[in-house]
């Protein structure tokens, strides 16, 4: 009688174990990207005072990173720090597509800017 119940609940609860370690696991997948491009990059991203461009160390960061990743570990003690929004630019700027419509920390990624309209055909004959 008692295994009946204990075996389902061991069950479940090795499961909900191995779902947390596995997040858990996920979240740190770029914590030292995060923490390697906030580093070298704090002269762009900084929150205050003026941005200096990104460096080339920046720029080779940001590179290797998952910048998607990044924005979603940013936490409140990174955004004390720094811009999300100029980690978005950053990000941008450096060809990563982060997807519209989801945060960076805590600041919603905008649509990409609009792109000139494609050219009309000449109307000219
Ligand atoms: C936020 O992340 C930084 C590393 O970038 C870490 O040092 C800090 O402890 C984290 N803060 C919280 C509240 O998790």
């Known amino acids: 009688m008692a295994t009946k119940v204990i075996v389902p609940l061991m069950a479940a609860f090795v499961a909900l174990t ?23 990059c704090i002269d762009f991203l900084r929150k205050y005072g003026s941005t200096l461009r990104p460096s080339f160390n920046c720029r080779m960061a940001v590179d290797v990173s998952d910048l998607a990743c990044i ?47 494609p050219r009309a055909k000449s109307m000219r004959a």
């Not at 191995?18 to 070298?40: F, G, P, S, T």
């Open 18 to 40: 191995m779902l947390v370690a596995h997040q858990a696991c996920a979240e740190k997948d770029c914590y030292h990207e995060k923490v390697r491009v906030i580093d070298d």
């Open 71 to 117: 924005c979603r570990i940013l936490n409140d003690t990174d955004e004390e720090k720094i811009s999300a929004e100029k980690l978005v630019l950053l990000a941008r700027s450096e060809g990563q597509a982060l997807e519209a419509g989801t945060k960076c920390g805590s600041y919603p990624i905008p649509p990409l800017p609009a792109r000139p309209p």
